[in-house]
């Protein structure tokens, strides 16, 4: 029978979120209910609370979880009852055109659960990004859930969002690997994990641009080789900056972990020739840009936007866990603070303020 258990709702735009009392439906066909043991604080939800994704209130915030399958639907193959799991927003249909020429990262019909999670009066949810987990139950299509070696859930959930995104955008989309230069525009916690992953993937020059001499200790932290502050710096300032510590050239690969149009022309004019620029942060959608096409013709290479990191959670995921418990990638440190489920308000305060690399709820 249904479940009322608690969760954090925006029920208005710029409203403080609540925690509430939801219903979760018993899992029809496909669907599983998962035991949420930890949910990040993602910028995601922020903009779900500021109407920068719909204005489909009242949302069911958090997605970047783990947790413990509880219920299974009809049909389930994918996990059963037990299963620890990090929960992902790219469920593949393996029948989309993306998925059939063999690019599933692309897959253009993903899939959410049927049903719909609702208040105790009936008013249905909007789960963000088709996961809801600021609570401590929720619904999801079992294709939603990535089983892998049991770990700390407030470290490995946080593979559901942020920081695959930065790890696939410099080892999926830019396509790192050892010896190339890489600059990563912004090192935040997806800035971060860029680095991180571009540390992995054997880079041998990793420079961190942010105007917060906080962040770039933390960059440092994980593996970056140059910090630059460029706090009041001119675009063409920040461009040499990059070219200063790369021969004169540029970097291999840039990645504008920021999303605004000035942060993509230091990209842009920050790599080298036949150079590849990623696009991770995610713009508003009023935001233009400008760039003289002769320029975007005579510089060649590669101009990409990453979708979750190009990942593939069934392949990324457990790979990842695996290095981590091995010690081989520090995960851990993306862990500012573990919280309750009552303080996630708090917590995007802290985040607008750049204090934090991740607060993450622990249920």
Known sequence: MPQTVKGVISRSKGAPVELTDIVIPDPGPGEVIVD???CGVCHTDFHYREGGISDDYPFLL?????GVVSEVGDGVTEVEVGDFVILNWRAICGDCRACKRGEP????DTHNASQKM???DGTELEAALGIGSFAEKTLVAAG?????????PAVVGLLGCGMMAGIGAAINTGEVTRGKTVAVIGAGGVGCAAIAGSALAGANTIIALDIDEKKLDWASDFGATHTVSTKGMSEDEVVAAIQERTG???ADVVIDAVGLPATWRQAFYGRDLAGTVVLVG???PEMELTVPLLDVFGRGGKLKSSWYGDCLPDRDFPMLVDLYQQGRFPLEKFVSER?????VESAFEKMAKGQVLRSVVEL
């Open 36 to 38: 949420v043991k930890s």
């Open 62 to 66: 958090g997605h970047e979880s783990a």
């Open 105 to 108: 990262w692309y897959c253009f």
């Open 118 to 120: 609702t208040l105790t």
């Open 144 to 152: 939603q859930c990535t089983k892998v070696p049991e770990a700390d």
């Open 248 to 250: 004169g050239f540029g």
């Open 282 to 284: 995610v713009p508003t």
């Open 339 to 343: 919280i309750g489920i009552a303080d």
